[in-house]
């Protein structure tokens, strides 16, 4: 009987236990699958009316997949840009060509093609030209457009009215003015600069920094070149370089339709797909040595000088003569004349010759050296052109000498 008992009590057991264990099991939840198509994006400045800078979102479900060309961490996210402004040089220098056009054309049409590359989300813009008074403007820079809900159709109509201003180049007023434009503005900031970069009467690396100190990190500075200017090249890398963020980059290199797209998307989302690379650096330089040329005609400044009746080179000139010779080769266009002479002892004719021999020997030397025969003309002129008086020792000694005269 108390066997009995035992086994019903475990058997009841082993149900209970079987029991509890499906009804656990049924009360839990399926395991959720990872979807990335189900990730949330933040919601826009715009869309919640936020008063700080909008929150990093995830481009798209694929750009989670990490590439192994590019695995920087975290390369998938980006920022959002919803306000800026394009300043527009339309002063004096913008009448000037450039490019088959004069350069506030290039420059407006810089601006409308960025214009067309804008994103499709609620924006806030505006464009500023500057200028001193000419014509119907009345002040040296001008918001035209802004700042206000950005739309593309008024904004290229404001593009369109910008004429030239004429005059010196405020562009320090202009993005001081600017400064005041943006405070107004919620979330991130982009300043747009379109000039030629000559500028003499402001000094806008100094409004950049001040503009940057005002906004920080809030705001990131892009320039473009209208033109070839050296010094306003240089202005513009400038400004964009006070801004810490953003780039300079020339109307040239947007050309490209896709160039410019990418510029957009960089002002907008603050990328750097257009950005230029650095410019290589210059190699360098090698210092030239001496033209063997030049110093050439400085060696055959020397003189040769003989003993009376000889035409023996004697040892003291051997390398002044070594000298010569190496450099011939060196330059080997240079031809020249070795000229023999003498004192006014003993006949004209045989001084004629004896000049000559002398002038002889000099060539035999160079050539032995490994200088060509035919580089050398050789002419005695024998006691007809001394050097000096033939009533002296000295004198009679400086006439019997070779010399050289180039003759290439």
């Not at 656990?24 to 009316?49: D, H, I, M, V, W």
């Not at 998938?76 to 490019?99: C, M, Q, R, T």
């Not at 000889?310 to 070594?322: D, S």
Request: aromatic share 10%; net charge positive.
């Amino acid at each position: 009987m108390a066997r009995n008992c035992i086994r019903a009590v475990f058997f009841f057991f082993i149900i209970f236990i079987s029991i509890s264990a499906l009804v656990t099991g049924c009360s839990k939840e399926p395991a959720k699958r990872f979807n990335a198509n189900e990730l949330q994006t933040y919601p826009t400045s715009a869309s919640r009316g936020a008063s700080s800078p909008s929150p990093r979102i995830a481009q798209s479900p694929e750009s989670f997949v990490l590439d192994p060309n590019r695995p920087q961490p975290g390369q998938f996210w980006e920022v959002l840009v919803n306000n800026f402004i394009v300043i527009l040089d339309a002063s004096g220098s913008k009448y000037l060509p450039y490019s088959g056009k004069v350069k506030l054309r290039v420059a407006k049409d810089v601006v409308r093609r960025l214009n067309q590359k804008t994103p499709e989300r609620p924006l806030v813009g505006g464009l500023r030209r500057y200028g001193y008074e000419a014509g119907a403007w009345s002040v040296r820079t001008a918001l035209l457009y802004g700042m206000e809900p950005y739309s593309r159709p008024e904004y290229g109509s404001s593009i369109d009215i910008v004429r030239w201003a004429g005059g010196k180049s405020p562009l320090e007023l202009a993005i001081d003015k600017a400064s005041d434009d943006f405070q107004s503005c919620d979330g991130y900031l982009a300043l747009v600069v379109v000039s030629d970069g000559k500028v003499y009467d402001s000094d806008p690396i100094e409004a950049a920094k001040r503009i940057k100190r005002r906004y920080g990190d809030r705001i990131c500075i892009y320039t473009c070149l209208v033109g070839n200017l050296p010094y306003g090249k240089e202005l513009m890398e400038r400004v964009a370089k006070a801004g810490e963020c953003g780039y300079a980059i020339t109307a040239d290199q947007l050309v490209p339709d896709n160039v410019m797209g990418d510029w957009a998307y960089d002002i907008f989302h603050r990328t750097t797909r257009a950005k230029p690379a650095p410019e290589p650096e210059a190699p360098p330089r090698v210092p030239r040595g001496p033209n063997p040329c030049e110093l050439l005609n400085e060696a055959l400044r020397m003189k040769v000088q003989f003993d009376l009746n000889k035409w023996y080179i004697r040892p003291e000139y051997f390398n002044g003569l070594n000298r010569i010779a190496q450099l011939m080769i060196e330059c080997p266009v240079a031809r020249v004349e070795i000229q023999g002479h003498t004192c006014n002892i003993w006949t004209e004719k045989y001084n004629l010759k004896l000049s000559d021999m002398r002038a002889t020997e000099v060539m035999n030397y160079l050539v032995k050296r490994g200088v060509e025969a035919n580089r050398f003309l050789v002419r005695g002129f024998g006691l007809t052109m001394p050097t000096a008086s033939n009533k002296t020792d000295q004198g009679r000694e400086a006439n019997r000498r070779a010399e050289f005269v180039r003759i290439d």
